[in-house]
């Protein structure tokens, strides 16, 4: 087993921070603090992160263009202007159930935004991953989640990743890339209880799956193909 050493990025001491977002055209990191009602920009080493602050939990944020990004908040999807301080609603998500809030996401090759969402207080089953289009149509594809987290593509476009905590693992589903469309396939990964509870997620050039596990004081490399 090879050991990579992690060293502080920036010293937040945020409350929950996810989410870490490079923004290619501002050329800067954006990470959300979900506990702490906002979320943080960072330009360059020794200047300080700004911070913008959200009427509500932020659990995701996603690159629109130079002034704008679209965040994921309790009750649905925002664009939020960076140069003006303003918001703008685009998206009723889960709105109607008053626990629940948005959790992690991600955008797909076609430009379609992943939303998945949670109760606060982790009641079984209360959430579900949602799929965005581009005509701002919002549509259930995993339904009956606990904690909706990490969530990739593979390499070819074939395969969605996809983790919902509590459940210790990663599942693969088929997925169609011109329609969006997902079919499960299988658990591809088993994660035991003391190697902590898989959170986020991120995939490499070889197709690896980078998973932080929380509670297991660290990130993991994982084959989906032998998990």
Known sequence: M???TASPFYPSQCELAE?????TKRKSYFWVDINGYGFYEYTSPG???KFFKTPDKVSLIIEYNNNHVLL????????YDLDKNQFDWLLDID???LNNRCNDGACD???RLWVGTMDSEFKPGAGALYRIDKNMQLKKMVANTTISNGLVWSLDNTRLYYIDSTTQKVQS?????ESGDIEYEKDVIHISKEK???DGMAIDEEGMLWIAQWGGFGIYRWDPCYG
């Open 109 to 111: 090759s076609r430009g």
């Open 95 to 97: 709105k109607d159930i």
């Open 196 to 198: 902590g509870t898989p």
């Open 47 to 49: 200047k300080e992160a």
């Open 72 to 79: 994921a908040i309790k009750g649905g999807l925002v664009k």
């Open 19 to 23: 989410g870490p977002m490079w923004h």
């Open 2 to 4: 090879q050991i990579i």
């Open 173 to 177: 589903f088929i997925f169609d890339e």
